[in-house]
């Protein structure tokens, strides 16, 4: 059958049928000695062994089939596509004869011919084709570049895993070499190493060729995961703008001013200050403490607008409020932060209580300021008369609705027309007859 199948000359098959006639003698010899003379058959019948009958019958019916056709091969028409192919071929264009025996339908030859003109490529596709995966892998890893990863792929469809993860190793390294690092990312990943993989992504963020649309840009964040590059996984959150994981990550790093940087960036405050406190800074981890507490209370203030609605949280929220003052003003104290305390003290509403540790510091007239500020006026007006600011003290009491201690100040300050003025709104004659 071999007529059939393969392409070929004129002189290999009458070879073929030469040998077929041979092999029907030498089947056939035990029939033929039968016409020897009886000592010459006798002596014959020594070296032959007898043949079975139905053996020689299929074996004589095939021979003379496979002698038939290979006549009529030899001496029938030839198909004109193969005779091209051999011609192309005894001419060295082997790729041309590849693609003839394509189209042919004789892809198996046609592979070989792929081959040897180094058209790995066409070679793998036509293996590929016939289902022969192994082969389409290995033509396809000489083919190199880009067909590494349809190399890859049909060595893992195969069950080799360790030549797909060769392909990958060299895909990656192309694709470095055509400075592709997303692609080489992913390449590294599928060639079991991480730590390149990670250190591939470092280089594309630094040169700023790695987004968080390339498919590339999750796998780097796994890899990096995988191997506890914190740095790595730190520098692709931000990418992302993803500020909590960001600072997880850096804390992780133990880089606690990119952790505060991007806490901040998050609105963590408080963890933020609890890395100002790692990295050293206890005065800037105070004041953003500060400025927590001051978001805090934003929120109970909020919370409470609510009404019955927000009196849950309401509550929680004071508890943290709470909480933080109690443990904020001592270190404030040891830290000798007095505008600090004072300004803790005004957040959360304890404006009498800052006010009287301005005037215990000495700060008589910012404790004035504050006071009138936030509506304090008997207390601010005090100060002031202490201080010997009457005027002020006049129009603070004014403010308070207190006439009569306004207009006693204005008559220290020696505002006798606004002491007067004053007086007769509140109806003291006598007052004003003097």
């Known amino acids: 059958m071999c007529f059939l199948v393969f392409p070929l000359g004129r002189g290999t098959r009458a070879f073929l049928v030469t040998a077929a006639i041979i092999a029907a003698f030498v ?29 020689t019958m299929i074996g004589n019916v095939l021979i003379a089939c496979g002698i038939l056709i290979g006549i009529m091969s030899m001496f ?36 070989e011919l792929f081959r040897k003109a180094r058209a790995w490529r066409r070679a793998a596709e036509t293996a590929r084709d016939l289902d ?3 082969d389409a892998a290995s033509s396809y890893r000489r083919a190199g570049g880009q067909n590494l990863k349809d190399a890859a792929r049909y060595y893992r469809k195969v069950g080799k895993l360790e030549l797909a993860q060769q392909c990958n190793h060299e895909l990656a ?49 796994r890899a990096a995961e995988e191997t506890r590059n914190h740095s790595c996984v730190a520098q692709l959150r931000e990418l992302e703008c993803n500020w909590l994981a960001a600072a997880q990550a850096w804390q992780l790093a133990k880089n606690h001013q990119k952790a505060v940087l991007n ?67 001592p270190r404030l104290e040891k830290c000798d932060m007095k505008s600090a305390i004072i300004e803790v003290l005004t957040i959360t509403g304890r404006t009498e209580l ?47 609705n207190d006439l009569e201690r306004a207009a006693e100040c204005a008559e220290k300050a020696g505002l006798d027309q606004r002491a007067l003025d004053l007086y007769r709104g509140l109806g003291h004659s006598t007052k004003v007859a003097h």
């Open 76 to 111: 029938g028409p030839r198909n004109p596509k193969v005779k091209l192919a051999r011609s192309l071929q005894k001419r060295g264009d082997n790729l041309g004869a590849a693609e003839i025996l394509v189209q042919a339908g004789l892809p198996h030859q046609a592979i």
């Open 132 to 134: 022969h995966d192994e």
């Open 354 to 400: 800052a006010v009287s540790r301005l005037e215990e510091s000495g700060d008589a007239s910012a404790a004035a300021d504050l006071a009138r500020d936030n509506q304090l006026f008997t207390i601010a007006g005090r100060i002031l008369e202490d201080l010997g600011k009457f005027s002020e003290a006049s129009d603070t009491y004014e403010l308070d």
């Open 173 to 221: 390294t192309w694709y470095i070499d055509h400075d592709r690092f997303d692609s080489a990312i992913e390449a590294w990943v599928g060639a079991g190493e991480l730590t390149r993989a990670v250190n591939t992504a470092m280089v594309a963020i630094k040169q700023q060729r790695l987004n968080p649309q390339q498919t590339a840009f999750k796998t780097a964040v």
């Open 263 to 329: 806490y901040r960036k998050a609105g963590r405050l408080k963890e933020a200050a609890v890395e100002e406190a790692k990295a050293g800074n206890d005065r800037k981890s105070l004041l953003l403490r500060i400025e927590h507490l001051s978001g805090l209370e934003e929120k109970l203030r909020i919370a409470r607008a609510r009404g019955i609605a927000g009196a849950q949280e309401a509550q929680h929220i004071k508890q943290q409020a709470d909480t933080e003052f109690e443990t904020l003003v």
């Open 27 to 55: 089947l056939n010899i035990g029939s033929l000695i039968a016409y020897l003379p009886l000592e010459a058959r006798l002596r014959a019948e020594q070296f032959i062994p007898s043949n079975n009958p139905s053996v």
